[in-house]
């Protein structure tokens, strides 16, 4: 008989304990197969096929030893299965009037061991020794009955062809079959427990990442809408802030002047509210996103029409020959464009100039917005440019974002001379290159 090896995997999972239902429901299992065992023995003894019947007390130790361990099969499977094979034993070899259920008890006993015992190498080792022994005392049992000079059943018992010999055979046969059977069965629970376990802690881990990636997304959306926030927000009430103040100080001596600043205003506010109102319809109906966005390189000149009119002569350069652009590339520039122009109106201070250039590649596509702030270091007022409040950053880790998520690279520095410069260099593939 084949006892079965255990592989590997087997010593790196146990299988988890068995739960207060479990317990329940071996000891109700062991109590009915009790019950059953003495009804079945008491109906073979009323039969007569025994003619010769043990003494009270073997009758019940063979049936208990047989049973009741069976409470407690799976808490400790193989001293559980050890007692039921001797009880077993007891039963065949006094002459217990029993054969159904006690072999069904031996039959959960062995299963029990190859199904549920944690230490794989002992369960082999236990399931081998009472298979060994069980096949033993039944060829020493088979040799000492073939000694008996009686007919069996009405033939000879000599001869290797003899009936006694098939019946024999059978025997082997049957036990090594219902030996083989209890461990393929208790193999295959154990295999099937294993694989349950497995695909519910893959269950587990794909549903943390889920959760991980669901909040991911939330903050990336977060950041995304933040950086839109600031791009519009900043833009549009820097220019607002600009022409409000110069209204107010125009607006006794320059009526005239004092209401183009405030047209300038009411414009930036209608733009601010529009691109508010593209946004959030952008986040209720996120399939639209492609279609909402209607920004891009080719309205550079609108912004600096826009940083003109916020007191920032600006001028802006194309280089290279014009070609449409990737969406997002297209969109990034420009509000990569519209942060650093609201950076110089913030921070170089009054009377700076600006320039925006455009150079397209043949493998690139660049912007760059200088200034010249920082050379001219008192205003009119007399206040320095690099006294201007200093900001929170978010605008330059915005456009680093931006430009990085496009497969860019961007460089924010002082220039040797004087001012500010930005500069955004977005590569563009061949595939690109040629649809362009």
Known sequence: MRAPSPPAA????ARPRPGRADLRGDALLALALAIGATTTSLLYARTGIYEEQPALWLWVLGLALCTLPLAARRVAPIPVALVVAA??????????PEVL?????????????TAWEPRRTLAAWSLIAITAAMMIWLVVSLIIASSSTEDFLGAPR?????AYATFAVIQIITNLLYFGGAIWFGLRAWRAARTATKLTAQGKELDLERQTSAAQAVALDRIAVARELHDVVAHHVSVMGIQAAAARRSLERDPEQAAAALAVVEESAHATVE????????LRTPENEDSSSTVGIAQLSVLVEESQGAGVPTTLIVAGTPRPLPMLVDVTLYRVVQEALTNVRKHAGRGAEAAVRLRFMDDAVEVEV???????????????????PAGTGLGLRGMRERVGA???AISAERREREGFMVRARVPLSNRQVVAA
């Open 10 to 13: 087997h010593a790196q999972w």
């Open 370 to 388: 200088t200034d010249d702030g920082i050379a001219r270091r008192l205003t009119s007022r007399g206040v320095r440019a690099s006294d201007a």
């Open 406 to 408: 496009v497969g860019g």
């Open 87 to 96: 009880g077993f034993f007891v039963c065949g070899q006094f002459g217990v």
């Open 275 to 282: 691109e508010l109102r593209r946004l959030v319809h952008t």
């Open 101 to 113: 259920v006690i072999n069904i008890c031996l039959f959960i006993a062995i299963y029990t061991v």
């Open 158 to 162: 000599y001869g290797i062809f003899s």
